[in-house]
Each structure stands twice: as structure tokens, then as C-alpha cells.
């Protein structure tokens, strides 16, 4: 920030989390503003968070200092003072801590050492700078040089040569003689173009021979804003805009003639590049929102920092109209020769992407806009707006506080973000990048930060004379960069062909089930009679009077669980884990008082879901912040919590009625979900510990009390579930940081599980008791601190008895990865707020995948939990990954969520079959969102419930038992019942028509029975006339006619015939 002595510890820090996104584009000059617009990177995409590829052969990796930053010896071998001199002796530079760089980092004496840092790291480039008043003391390049000076600078020059190292010499690097300064007012001073021009024109022609690439000057933009309008670096001029804006309109000129200069008089022979280092900062819209006026905001940012240089040099000769149309006649102009023979005089671009920009541009970061370290965006936009020209990232790099020393972890992160931002740039948008130069090589002076901050690769002690160079771990990770030209092929992508068992647990995870007794159906329940529309309301009036039989309760008159277990079903998975609410079931904390509504609920949900022939897992206490008694029932909470014993008994009791009540629906039980969560609540070391001791001691007994009472009958498993996210060594070049890693997994977990099982590590196992190597750092941290003794408890001889094996299987929540560091002990992190138990610090690597809630994909990271645990204790017990998911804003097509599923559970399957994990199951987080889309398989009911595509993700994995090698082959058993509920899933999906359908279907056979009947009625009562009319005439017959037996005669047999 301008005017700040030290930097912001929030941005270096916020810095780890931003991942920059972008695609593929084609350009044309002038382009630049389109990027905005363009559809950004999808991170779930293969290579397009982080690319793994390999750099261009013959890529120019490097490394640079400035002459007045490093090398010192101020006034040694007639050297003339500099600007920065002045500024750092004088009481001009109120800002600083009276610091100078009169010694600095001492390279004008061990310029060899330099070399050797270069060698080390094996870069094929040193960007440095020409000290302009230690060759010319009174900046006057007519006179005679300083011959010691010329004498260093060749020797240097020739020894990077003879090491095969190509020399950058950039010619001014803002140490301008304050002999200039002082006679003609610096650069406000138009007569300085001439000046430089002659001081240019001796070094191309006294180096020239032996320099391919010239840089004319390092980032004017600083010179001109930070130097003559706010005063915050040297010459500490105060002169506002018109200042800033004259000074810059002569360093352009003062390049033009530079670069005219070469070319005319130099290039020929000498074959060389010229090109001056630009700096910018980069600019995102408003939440962002690409529309093409955000875009055009955006578009006037970066001309108002990087355009205000770069258009007159690589464009037509002027400045941007944006900047003509702010600043009006403020705005110097250029005449029509000028414009001449300032357009297109660099060879190259050369940018410099580093902390001084980004800081300034937080100051033009207006209208809602975000400042990013988006190097690839800015690559492309430069691309876009100036029509692809070579680059060279002249000043690549981040920094860090001076406490940090050599252990820059987070500067790691930085380089691998901006390095691999430099190859997307290379290989998807065809950027045509040549070079990249870390900066800087070794410690020096930060210019208004004096020492307080660090940038070297090496680290230099300032209060020792021997400035001794000792590589940084960035030093190590830039080293590995160089020799692997860039990031080789990820093995951890390759997809396994394999399969889960048929018993595989294929799992939902969700939260406290929430109980709704409303709405219920009252049909068989309410005795009452009702006559409905008697007041022309519609309303139902109860008939006095009169009362009708009822039946008992049953489970469907709870509609909202046969919905909600269908839409479960709909997934296809086998199991559902959901939480019970101890403070509903038992408000008062004991039996005294027993919701059996609640409990009847949970029975019916139970039940519902043994019909559907799927099981439940049962967390029996699901602790959350979001409550003021973390889920405990109000009486229990107030009187200590988990802080007391008495807590651990009512618990027992609290799960004897649960085993009792719903035990014979259940098959999995979980006591406690992630007690270590629980834990960071408290306040204090000693609360977290003794929290932990009673949360540990009431699951045991609660899993002991179902091994002794109900197990026989009900067979049912009992387990806790850890949140077991992998730890990662921030730092791979640390012992420390591995140290850390592994301290961290023990209190997450060992703490937990090596009470109940011990480890396969020692001879004698050591159940009943925490971790021995947690115990030994409590002890050891308590010394150290001066305190009485480790503030972790201990069990008794019973309770390690009754801990011993209390566990049926591992149950594991895992989401993500964390880097773990070792938690930094300055005065700064005291005074903030106490360290953790663990004493470790997390962060996350920027160039993860991320979700809109800042959760980093991470999948390999499952994997390396599943071993870790399998490792330390054995293969004897099922594990179960009881959940697991992200976030994802998509209201239906979540494509971050279904990449997480396959991702991870590919991870799972390595695991089982490459790792002989004994891995039984794995759940999904979660069924459903509760309002906007984040978690859930399914939308809220707000948004009608509907089915997200990961769900088709989920049941195609789960209908092939994993990812088998031939799709066709047999699968499991438990595969029919699936492709049965496909059935399920698409009647509820459209229920609304399935219920027309029905209406038509009914009615339809209604009205054909309805026929039917009415047909045969009129048949029957047709016949029943013709049987009835015969019966009379048969009657009538028998009546009339005589019975006789005599032969009839001749004329009744004549009557008949006729």
C-alpha cells in the first residue's frame, strides 16, 4: 500500500486462495477489453486449474537483482551518489525506518557468489541492472567513465557468458545520478531524454558485443507515480498528477531514444533485443459480472497503468483515450514525429508482474472491481491488445516478511501459481512467452520497505558483514522447476479400471433429520364428521354430534417421510446416514422426560426405509456450532456440557433408550459425529483436552453398553466418525513441516482412535491411551512454556479397560486437504491469538481446484487418509469414508460435484485394491439443499425438489459396483434393485403427470366397467323377459288346450301347415 511502511499480512496471505480462471481465445491487435467477456476457466477441467506440461525447449529461465537494491559499496571506487542515496541519508524519506542500502546485499564485491546462486538454481539467464552514477558519476556519459565500474560490469558480464548464463542488463533501474536530480530536477525535466540517450548509447557500445537482450529501463510507472507524484520512493517528489504525468511522458522519449539509438547505430553488428520492463497490476469486474460496460471499466484499469506505457511504445504512437479523455490538457501529447518514432520500439515485451503493482492497483480498483495476481489473464490480454508479441517475464515473483527467513513456504505457492499460470498462457492461449526470471535472486534493499520484507530466492543475514548466500526453499522449488522444465505428467489423474465389493456401502450422508410432524394426513385420526362450503368459504365445518371410529397412528401419516425417503431412493444408494436430536428426544437432558412423537417419528422413518430394503446409519449426537448448546439438551449444556463427567453418563443413558427404542431398525450406529470438530469450540487448551477425554469416555461406554445388552439380539455395528482430512507438508523441502503434517493427523485422529485401538507400530499394543508422541510434545510444550505439566488427562486403569477395542469399524468424514506448517511464533502471531494444541498452521495451495465456498478439490488427498489409517491401524476393521462432498452453485447441471464424485471415489478405488485398504463404503454429502444450491443431491423443496445431474454420476458408479474394465460383465446382485428404481426416480421426477395419468387411468376404467355393467344389465333383463314371457305361454297352452291322445285330424294338420 502507498505510503505503508510494511506490507498487508492479509494479502499475502488471501494470495494462497485465489485461483485464476480463463479459456482459449484468438486475437487480434487491439482486443484486449474482450477478455472480460469471454467465458472463464472451469477448474474441473483437465488442465485448466493446473496444467501439467512441460515449457518450450530452449525456455529462458532466470533470475535478477537492481544494482541499487543488492549491490551496496555505495560510495567505493569513486561511485557517485543516486537519487536513492540521497533519499535513504536524508530526512526526505520520512516513511523509512532510517535504513540504507550503503552495504545492501554487497554483489558489487561478491558478484562471483551471485554467480554461484545462479549455477545452484541451473537458470540459463541473470537480469541485472547498470548502475548509472557508478559508471558516471555526474550522469553526464560525455565525459570519462568510471573505469573500475566498466572494469566490474565486464568481468561480470564475461563470467556469465563463460558459465553459459545470458546476461539481461537492463540500463536503468530507478537510480538515477543525483547529480541529474539536483541540476535539472530529475525527470520532470525533459532535458534527462538526451542524457539518457547518451549514457545508452556508451553501454550498447561498451557492452554491446556480448549482450543479446537490453532492457531500457524497470517498470517507469514506479518512477513516475511513487517518485515524483506521491514521494513515497526516491527523489521524494510531491508533485501530484501533472508531476507523474510529465515524468512519464520523458521516460517514454528517453526509451523511444534508446531503442532509436540501437537501431540505427548498434543492431547491425551486435544482432541484440531492446525492449523496457513494464509492470501492471490485473483487474477483475464487479462480482464478476462481464457485462461490456464492467469490461470497459476493467479495459480503462489496466491502460491506466500498463496502456499509459505500452501504447505509445507498441501501438500507434499515443496514449490511450481513456486516459486522454480523464486527465484532458493535463495530458502531455506527443507530436506527429514523436509518434513516429516512439511507436513500436521495443523487440519484445518485457513484463513486470509482481507486489509494487498490485498494490497500486488496489487504489484504481473502483466500481466493485476485485485486483488478482492473474498472471495468465494479464499474458493474454497483452496478447489480445498488442498483437502477440514475444514476451519475456522480466520480474516475476511475491515476497514475504523478514521473520519468515529462509522457510518461504508461502512464496512456493506463488511461484508454482504464477510459473504455471506463464505455461497456460504458453500452451492453451498461444502466448508466445520466451523467459521467465524469478525475482529476485538474493535479499536486498525493498525500496520504502526497507528490510522488513524479503524477495531473494537466497537469504541474507543484514547484521552479519559476510552477507553469506543461503538458498530459500523457493531457491530449492525454483531449482526443481528449472530442471524439470516446468510441471511432468500427473500420475495421480490416471484412471483406475476396477470394482467395489457387492456390499460395498453406497452411502447419503446427511445432518440431523429433522422432524416434521406437519403435515400429517388426519383421514383415519380425526373422530370428527365435517360438512364442507356451508358459509360459501370453502371451509369445513365439524358436525356436532357426531363422532367416527378411528385407527391407531401409522407411519404414512407422516407425508413428509415417504417424500423424503423417496427422493433418497431415487439416488439408487443403499445406505442413508442421518442424525437423531438428542435435545428433541430428551428436552430435559434425562429420562425424566421422553418425546415419544420424536421417537415415533424416527421409528417410522426406520421402518420406511427397511421396506425399501435399505439401511440406516444412526449418528445418535450430531454436534453444531449453529446453536448456542452444540446440540445438547439446554440443561446438560448449562450445567458444563461436555466439560463434566455427569455429561458422559447422561449420554449413556441418552443411547440406552435409542438402542432400546430403535435398535432393531438399525445396523449401523454412530455415538458421536466428529468430536474432533467439537473440540475447537473451547476457549482454552485445558477445555479442549478434557472436552475430548469425556467425549471419548461417553462413546466407550455407550459402545460397551451395546456390546453387553443388545448386541446379541440386534447385531448391530457401533462406531464414531472422525473428520479426517489428509494433511499435507506445506513445505516439502522442511523436515519440520513433515514433523508438523504427521502432529497434526495425531491430534485429529490419533487422539481419537489410538485410545480404542493403538497401533501396529509397537510391540506391546497401547490401547487405552492417547498417542505417546502427542503426550511427549504436550509435556515437552508445557516445559518450554513454563507451565506445571501437560494439560492432557488421563484415564484411569477402568477406563482404559472399557476404551480398549471399543469400535466396530472406522468411520471417516473426509472433504478435503490441508497444508500444514509448523504455527509461526512471532510477536505478532502471540499478540493475534494463541496457537493451536496441534501448534500447526493450515493453508491451501492456490493452484487447487476450488468451490464457490473456498474448498479445495483435492482427491488424491482421500487416498493418503485411507493408507495413513490403514498403515497405523491395521486392516482388521471396516473403514468407512461416512461422508464426504462439495459445494456447488449450480441449480441443476452441478459439473463440480459430479468431477468430485468420480475423482474421489476413483481415489477410493485405488485405495481398496492397490492400497488393501479394507474401505466398505462411502457417502455421498448431502440429499438435499435446505435453501440455496450448495451440498445437496437434490434442490431445496422451494426449488420442487429436483434431481441434480450428479445424481446420474452417482447411480452409474453405483450400478457397476466402481469402474470396471468391461461394462457388460455380471454385476453385483444388488445392481437390479438400482436399475428398479430408475422406475422411482422418473415417477417422481414427473410426479404431477403420473398423477394425471392415474386420474385418466381410474376414470377410464371407471367408465368401461360402468359399460360394462350396463351392457350386461340390459342383456340380462332382456333374457329375463324372454325366460318370463315363455314361462306365461307354456301356462296358457297348458291351460286351453285338452290333453288328448288320439291321433289329430286331418284338418288340424292342415291348419298347422299353412
Not at 160 to 177: A, M
Request: aromatic share 12%; with cysteine; net charge positive.
Amino acid at each position: 500500500m502507498v505510503g505503508h511502511p510494511s506490507p498487508p499480512r492479509c494479502l499475502l496471505f488471501s494470495l494462497l486462495l485465489v485461483v485464476p480462471l480463463w479459456n482459449k481465445a484468438t486475437c487480434s491487435p487491439g482486443e484486449g477489453r474482450s477478455i472480460w467477456q469471454r467465458p472463464k476457466l472451469n477448474p474441473i477441467i483437465k488442465d485448466q486449474s493446473f496444467l501439467h506440461d512441460t515449457f518450450p525447449s530452449g525456455f529462458l529461465w532466470g533470475s535478477g537483482t537492481s544494482a541499487f537494491q543488492t549491490e551496496g559499496a555505495w560510495s567505493q571506487d569513486g561511485k557517485g551518489a543516486s537519487i536513492w542515496d540521497h533519499f535513504t541519508h536524508s530526512s526526505v524519506s520520512s516513511n523509512l525506518t532510517r535504513e540504507t542500502a550503503n552495504v545492501a546485499s554487497d554483489s558489487y564485491n561478491l558478484w562471483k557468489e551471485d554467480i554461484e546462486a545462479l549455477e545452484y538454481l541451473g537458470v540459463r539467464s541473470y537480469s541485472f541492472s547498470l548502475s548509472w552514477p557508478r559508471i558516471f558519476p555526474d550522469g553526464n556519459a560525455t565525459g570519462e567513465p568510471n573505469a573500475a565500474a566498466v572494469e566490474h560490469y565486464s568481468c561480470l558480464i564475461k563470467s556469465l557468458l563463460e558459465k553459459k548464463i545470458e546476461p539481461i542488463v537492463t540500463l536503468y533501474h530507478s537510480d538515477l545520478p543525483h547529480a541529474l536530480q539536483e541540476q535539472y530536477g530529475g525527470w520532470k525535466n525533459g532535458t534527462l531524454v538526451g542524457h539518457f540517450e547518451e549514457y545508452a548509447s556508451f553501454c550498447f557500445r561498451t557492452f554491446g558485443s556480448h549482450v543479446r537482450y537490453w532492457l531500457t529501463m524497470h517498470n517507469p510507472y514506479l518512477v513516475a507515480v511513487q517518485g515524483y507524484g506521491t514521494g513515497v520512493h526516491a527523489p521524494g517528489q510531491k508533485l501530484g498528477l501533472t508531476g507523474s504525468l510529465a515524468v512519464a511522458h520523458n521516460l517514454i522519449l528517453a526509451h523511444a531514444k534508446a531503442w532509436q539509438t540501437y537501431n540505427t547505430h548498434f543492431r547491425t553488428s551486435q544482432k541484440g533485443k531492446v525492449s523496457i520492463v513494464l509492470g501492471s497490476h490485473w483487474v477483475e469486474p464487479q462480482r464478476g459480472q462481464a457485462t461490456a460496460a464492467n469490461a470497459a471499466l476493467c479495459q480503462q484499469s489496466i491502460e491506466a497503468v500498463l496502456g499509459w506505457f505500452a501504447n505509445p511504445i507498441f501501438a500507434e504512437g499515443d496514449y490511450p483515450l481513456s486516459l486522454k479523455m480523464k486527465h484532458g490538457d493535463l495530458m502531455p501529447t506527443f507530436t506527429p514525429e514523436e509518434k513516429l518514432w516512439v511507436q513500436k520500439t521495443a523487440d519484445f515485451f518485457a513484463l513486470s508482474f509482481g507486489p509494487n503493482n498490485l498494490r497500486l492497483g488496489r487504489n484504481l480498483a473502483h466500481y466493485g472491481q476485485t485486483i488478482t495476481p492473474d498472471l495468465r489473464r494479464l499474458l493474454s490480454w497483452i496478447k489480445l491488445e498488442y498483437g502477440s508479441p514475444n514476451v519475456l517475464v522480466a520480474e516475476g515473483g511475491w515476497f514475504s516478511e523478514a521473520s519468515v527467513g529462509r522457510e518461504d513456504t508461502v512464496a512456493i505457492y506463488l511461484m508454482k501459481s504464477f510459473i504455471n499460470q506463464v505455461l497456460q498462457a504458453i500452451k492453451l492461449d498461444g502466448v508466445q512467452v520466451f523467459g521467465y526470471s524469478a525475482w529476485s535472486l538474493v535479499d536486498g534493499f525493498e525500496w520504502n520497505y526497507g528490510y522488513s520484507i524479503r524477495r531473494g530466492l537466497f537469504y541474507i543475514d543484514f547484521n552479519q558483514p559476510n552477507r553469506t548466500r543461503i538458498p530459500k526453499t523457493t531457491a530449492q522449488y525454483y531449482k526443481l522447476v528449472v530442471s524439470d522444465n516446468g510441471f511432468p505428467s500427473d500420475e495421480t489423474s490416471i484412471e483406475f479400471k476396477g470394482q467395489f465389493p457387492c456390499k460395498f456401502h453406497w452411502g447419503i450422508a446427511d445432518s440431523t433429520l429433522h422432524v416434521h410432524f406437519y403435515p400429517f394426513s388426519p383421514q383415519f385420526t380425526d373422530p370428527h364428521l365435517y360438512s364442507w362450503n356451508l358459509t360459501g368459504d370453502g371451509s369445513l365445518h365439524p358436525v356436532s354430534g357426531v363422532k367416527l371410529q378411528t385407527r391407531p397412528a401409522q407411519c404414512t401419516d407422516y407425508l413428509a417421510i415417504r417424500g423424503h425417503l423417496r427422493l433418497f431412493a431415487s439416488t439408487g444408494a443403499s445406505h442413508y446416514r442421518f442424525a437423531l436430536n438428542w435435545s428433541l428426544i430428551l428436552p430435559q437432558g434425562d429420562r425424566s422426560h421422553v418425546n415419544t412423537e420424536a421417537l415415533r417419528y424416527y421409528r417410522c422413518v426406520l421402518t420406511e426405509l427397511k421396506k425399501l430394503h435399505l439401511d440406516a446409519v444412526v449418528i445418535m449426537y450430531y454436534p453444531t456450532h449453529r446453536t448456542p448448546n452444540l446440540g445438547l439438551p439446554v440443561p446438560l449444556h448449562a450445567s458444563g456440557g461436555w466439560l463434566k463427567y455427569s455429561t458422559v453418563k447422561a449420554f449413556q443413558e441418552y443411547a440406552a433408550l435409542c438402542y432400546q427404542e430403535l435398535g432393531a431398525w438399525v445396523r449401523y450406529w454412530i455415538t458421536i459425529n466428529e468430536p474432533n470438530r467439537l473440540v475447537d469450540v473451547y476457549s482454552s487448551g485445558t477445555e479442549r483436552h478434557q472436552a475430548a477425554h469425556n467425549l471419548l469416555l461417553a462413546h466407550a461406554k455407550a459402545w460397551r453398553l451395546y456390546e453387553r445388552e443388545y448386541y446379541s439380539q440386534q447385531q448391530a455395528l457401533v462406531s464414531l466418525a472422525l473428520h479426517a482430512d489428509w494433511a499435507k507438508p506445506a513445505n516439502p523441502f522442511l523436515e519440520s513441516h513433515t514433523v508438523a503434517a504427521e502432529r497434526f493427523l495425531l491430534f485429529e485422529l490419533g487422539r481419537f482412535l489410538d485410545p480404542l485401538l493403538g497401533t501396529r507400530y509397537e510391540d506391546k499394543q497401547r490401547k487405552g491411551d492417547y498417542p505417546h508422541e502427542m503426550e511427549a510434545y504436550l509435556e515437552e510444550r508445557a516445559r518450554v512454556m513454563g507451565l506445571p505439566g501437560s494439560p492432557l488427562p488421563s484415564f484411569t486403569e477402568d477406563e482404559r479397560e472399557e476404551l480398549k477395542g471399543a469400535l466396530s469399524f472406522i468411520a471417516l468424514n473426509h472433504f478435503t486437504t490441508r497444508l500444514v506448517s509448523p504455527y509461526p511464533h512471532t510477536q505478532a502471531s502471540i499478540r493475534e491469538k494463541p496457537s493451536p494444541d496441534h501448534d500447526c498452521l493450515t493453508l491451501s495451495d492456490p493452484t487447487w481446484p476450488s468451490s464457490g465456498l473456498g474448498q479445495a478439490l483435492v482427491p488424491w488427498g482421500l487416498r493418503k487418509m485411507l493408507r495413513w489409517v490403514s498403515r497405523r491401524y491395521g486392516r482388521a476393521l471396516p473403514v468407512i469414508v461416512t461422508g464426504s462432498g462439495i459445494d456447488d452453485q449450480a441449480p441443476v447441471e452441478d459439473k463440480l460435484r459430479q468431477h468430485y464424485i468420480r475423482s474421489y471415489l476413483q481415489e477410493a478405488l485405488k485405495a481398496y485394491h492397490l492400497d488393501a485398504v479394507n474401505l466398505q463404503g462411502f457417502y455421498v454429502w448431502k440429499l438435499q439443499d435446505q435453501h440455496t444450491p450448495q451440498y445437496g443431491l437434490f434442490s431445496s423443496t422451494q426449488h420442487q425438489s429436483q434431481a441434480k445431474a450428479s445424481i446420474a454420476v452417482y447411480r452409474k458408479i453405483i450400478s457397476h459396483s466402481g469402474f470396471p474394465n468391461n461394462y457388460t460383465m455380471k454385476q453385483c446382485r444388488f445392481s437390479d434393485l438400482q436399475e428398479s428404481c430408475s422406475i422411482c426416480e422418473w415417477m417422481f421426477k414427473n410426479k404431477s403427470m403420473v398423477v394425471f395419468g392415474g386420474c385418466l387411468l381410474v376414470t377410464a376404467v371407471m367408465l368401461a366397467a360402468l359399460v360394462i355393467f350396463v351392457i350386461i344389465t340390459k342383456r340380462n333383463e332382456r333374457q329375463g323377459r324372454g325366460r318370463q314371457m315363455g314361462k306365461v305361454k307354456r301356462r296358457r297352452r297348458k291351460e286351453r288346450a285338452p290333453m288328448c291322445l288320439c291321433p289329430p285330424s286331418a284338418k288340424y294338420l292342415e291348419r298347422l301347415t299353412h
